[in-house]
Structures are given as C-alpha cells and as structure tokens.
C-alpha cells in the first residue's frame, strides 16, 4: 500500500438544495467548521460534482424537483460508494426517514434546525465514513469484501482482526456469502501472506479420494496410484489451507483432520512415514456445525478445534443496502470484460434488485448483473434485463403443489427443480437454501438434469 501523507485533507461536503439562499447559508457554516463545501441546485448536478471529485457527505433536501433526495440517494450509492449522505427536508415523515436510512442514509434532520444539528450531523457521517474508507483515498483493508452495512463493517473489521493470528478460523453462512473471499482476506492480511494459499472442497470428493488430495499418497498405494504425489497439507506448509464444506467430512477423516489440528502430524495413504506442517487451517460451512455436533454427524472435539475463531458472513437479504455497491461493482467487472458500454442500472431495475430477498445472496446477485450485461442493448441495466422472478416478483411462481401419494423421491425431485428456477440454476445456491450437497441435487435429479435445471412444473 502506499504511503500516505500525514495532513489529510479537509473533508469535502456537498450540499444539495434547491433553495439558494439555504445553499449559501449551509456551505458558510460547513466553511466556517473548517471543511470544503460544494453547492448544488439539483441532483443532476449534484451526481456531476461527485463524479469530478471526491467528496465525503453530501447533505441533500429531500424534496427537489426532478430527482428528489431519495432518488438522489440511490445514485450516489452507485457513482461515489463511500459517501454518506445526510437527508435534511421539512416535509419529513417517519416513513421518508425510514426509506432514507434503510437505502443507506447516515442521519435524517429535519426542518426548521439550528446549524449545530447539521454540524453533528456531519460530524457523525464523517465518523462513519472513516470506518468504511480512509479520507485519503486509500482502498479497504479488504477490497475483496464490497459493501458498507454495520453488519458487513464489522465482518471487515473482524477479518482484520482475525488475520495477524495463528489461530483456525471457522467461517459460517449461507451458500454465496462469501466465505471463500472472507478466507482469501485473512490469508493475504496474516503473517503468512508470503506463502501459498491451497483450497480445499471437502465435498468435491468421495473419502477415498479426499484423504489422498488432503495428505497424499506414495506410488502404488492404490489403483491408479503410478506416482508419489504431495498431499494439501504438505503443499500449503507455511501458509493456509482452506477446506470449504467442511461439514461434508466423514468419520474417519474427521478424526484424521483433528490429529493434524492437534499436532501437525499425518501420514501419506500408503506410508507409514510420519510427516508434519505448519499449515494455518481456515475451514467454511453453510449448514450450523452446532446442529450436526448435537445429532452426532461431527465431531465435538473437533468442531472445537476449528472454532477456535469463528466469523459469520450475513447473508444478502440482511444487508439490502450493500446491493446497489455490489450491483454497481459487478456491473463494472462484466461490462469490462465483455466490452460492453454500459454505464448504470436504472432506478426501476435497482429498485427490484434491493427489494429482491436473494436466496443465493452474492453469487445469485453477481450472476443476475453477468447475465444483464449480456442481455442489455442499452447504456443501462432496465427491468427488462433482469430474470422474471425480479423484474415480475408477483409472477415468479413461491410453493410447490405435491399431491397426497407422490413418491418421495418425485416430491423431492420437484422441490429441487423449483429452488433451481428461483436460484437461476445455481445448484450451490440451491444446495445451500435445502441444507443438502450439490451431489445430492445431482442424485436426485438423475443425469438428464445435470447440464441444465428444468423449471418447476405445473400441476
């Protein structure tokens, strides 16, 4: 990271007001406090400014004509992520104020207010901004992690945390949370960034299989064994392991995965050479460990072992305000690299995005913004780009009508292709909202369904 120099520059707050003489009135008071303001008469002009300089709070009325504060609101979560944004208006209500912080307002002031509130006002949307991104414009100690929720703060600021130590960490959430991205941060911010990080799928491979990709295995220990071959843990010796789907494990090789976390010891399949490593273990679940623990599926010494440090990643439904952040992040990925001049998401289409519940949290989000930079022939994302059970909630089919005396496994068959369709066909997603594996999804469905989910049928 590069230096930063010790004088900071002051804080730039933008005012947004149609009204001049409360334009000039606020920004002599903002000057007066020892920041820079900037005056704009409407929203228009409001998105120009942040787009041509860098700018901390803006202080926006709520009712201007054209783009009013809360349309406002929604852009600037678009073009400038890291702006807080403090709402002033005389025709607040509890619902305006409401809306207003739940799509990512800092602070709601209402009119007539002595300029000391306002003052305060700023002051604790600064504060918040210092903890979501340095003043001087340096990125987030976690860039891999886009948002700015309380509850995404404080999974950055525990990663953070977490990092510098030796100890195992447990990441926890739902399937397409992030805890692949939250384990590469701990591992690029620890000691041992220097060294490999080796990932692991523990639900990838059947037992056998597993216990020659985690240790290895010496030539001819098994049927196609033709070569010595390093295990995992070997190969991750000084850095980090991560082992995802942790709760896939058998019997047997948790109690081998817990003499490693004891001791550091294990042998290659077909040796009985003892060999060690000193491999940090960071290990990630979507199903409560507590759950399996309490009905005898896992190990209770070894659920100890990793929950040495846990970290849960909230799922998306629970932070609806980081939406616009990610929307707009993958947005820019996708467009990038198809080459497709698109420069925004329409307010209709970001709207259904927010309110959408998002059962494959992150990664249904990321391949929904994929598939309408595809599918778009304009310079913005509209409602018609997006999948039906977005853009047309009210129309995307919710329950499953089985009659009494279909079998069990045609029940379940229907059950998975409907969670499919809702997933947009994303079988780790739907895994994850089911509470089974992938290859179960595979297993039910047969091989014909494989390649591409079928949509849920009619009755």
Partial sequence: MAEVADVRPEPCVLVVDDHESVRVALGKALEKRGWRAKLASNGRDALECLREERVHVVVADLKMPGMDGIGLLKSIRAVSPFTEVVMVTAYGTVEKAVEAMKLGAVDFV?????????????ERALARRCETAPMAGEESPVPEIVGKSRAIREVIRLITRIAPSAATVLICGESG?????AAEAIHRLSRRRDGPLVKVSCAALPETLLESELFGHERGAFTGAVEQRKGRFEIAHGGTLFLDEIAQLSPGMQSKLLRVLQDGCFERVGSNETRKTDARVIAATNVPLEEAVEKNEFRRDLYYRLNVVGLQLPPLRQRSEDVPLLADHFLRRYATRNQANILGIAREALDALVDFPWPGNVRELENVIERAVVLSTGDRITLADLPERISRPDKAPREVSIPVGTPVREAER????????HTNGD?????????????????????????SPAEPEEE
Avoid at 430 to 451: F, P, W
Wanted: net charge positive; proline share 2%; glycine share 8%.
């Fill in 110 to 122: 209402a009119k007539p207010f002595r300029r000391d509130v306002l003052i305060e006002a700023v």
């Fill in 177 to 181: 949370t992030g805890k692949e991205l």
């Fill in 414 to 421: 229907r059950l998975i292709q409907a969670t499919l369709f």
């Fill in 427 to 451: 079988k780790t997603a739907a895994a994850g909202i089911l509470g089974i594996t992938r290859r179960t999804i595979y297993r039910k469905l047969g091989n014909r369904d494989k390649e």
